[in-house]
């Protein structure tokens, strides 16, 4: 199971920013946050992800609770192209070039439909 | 450069039938995982092959299997097809398998009459 809490679904105006939560609160401390979207008809796509620290590149910012049990993944300026499933994960960090078991394996909940709106 | 490529992009089978999906990791990449999404749903995890050899299996029936080649390529194959087995599967590769960040193709849609 995954083990997140996303709301179903948001709404944003094409413009504003979309400040999308996650809850993590069984969160281990050598866990990170991880976020992915999915377009209609596409594979997911990598967004950002943070350990303790804020986060922010290209795509969003990640906002991580000083308690690590949530995070607010923020698209600062929603287009229509970013409406997507949006998906929160919580996986080990990296476990080096050999690293057995099943890092390949990112467990995705239902995610966080945002529909951006003209 | 080419991203994940996945063939065939669609297909339609029937129940009983078998299916190979095929899977080209990005240039360099040498760690390949399959999920399947079934309508509605998250993608699930169904297998991770690093270096030719499988470093992770999902809670998957042996129907499926998987293999990776010297070039890093990947095969899905499901055999005994299910109405249950339509889904979109998804093909992911890293660099190594510890790597955190995966880029997934845009999948191979697989329908069973």
């Known amino acids: 199971d995954a083990k997140t809490t996303q709301p179903p679904s948001m709404d944003c105006a094409e413009g504003r920013a979309a400040n999308l939560p996650c809850n993590h609160s069984t969160i281990s401390g050598n866990e990170y946050v991880y976020w992915y979207r999915q377009i209609h008809s596409q594979g997911p796509q990598y967004i950002i992800h943070?350990?303790?620290n804020n986060e922010t590149n290209e795509m969003a910012s990640l906002i991580i609770t000083e308690d690590r049990k949530s995070s607010t993944l923020i698209l600062p300026h929603a287009t229509l192209r970013d409406t997507a499933v949006y998906y929160c994960?919580?996986?080990?960090?990296?476990?080096?070039?050999?690293?057995?078991?099943?890092?390949?394996?990112?467990?995705f909940g239902k995610g966080t439909k945002l529909s951006v709106k003209p | 450069d080419a991203g994940v490529t996945q063939s065939p992009t669609h297909l339609i089978k029937t129940r009983g039938q078998h299916v190979t999906l095929r899977c080209s990791p990005i240039s360099g990449h040498k760690s390949v995982s399959w999920y399947q999404q079934v309508l509605g749903q998250g993608p699930q995890f169904i297998f991770q092959y690093y270096e030719k050899e499988e470093r992770g299996r999902g809670n998957f029936p042996d129907r499926f299997s998987a293999r990776q080649f010297p070039n890093y390529s990947s095969e899905l194959n499901v055999n005994a097809l299910l109405l249950g087995d339509s889904a979109l599967y998804l093909c992911a590769s890293t660099a190594f398998s510890g790597a955190n960040v995966l880029t997934f193709g845009a999948g191979s849609r697989l329908t069973v009459l």
């Open positions: 943070g350990l303790k």
């Open positions: 994960i919580v996986r080990p960090a990296r476990g080096g070039m050999n690293y057995g078991g099943s890092q390949g394996n990112l467990i």
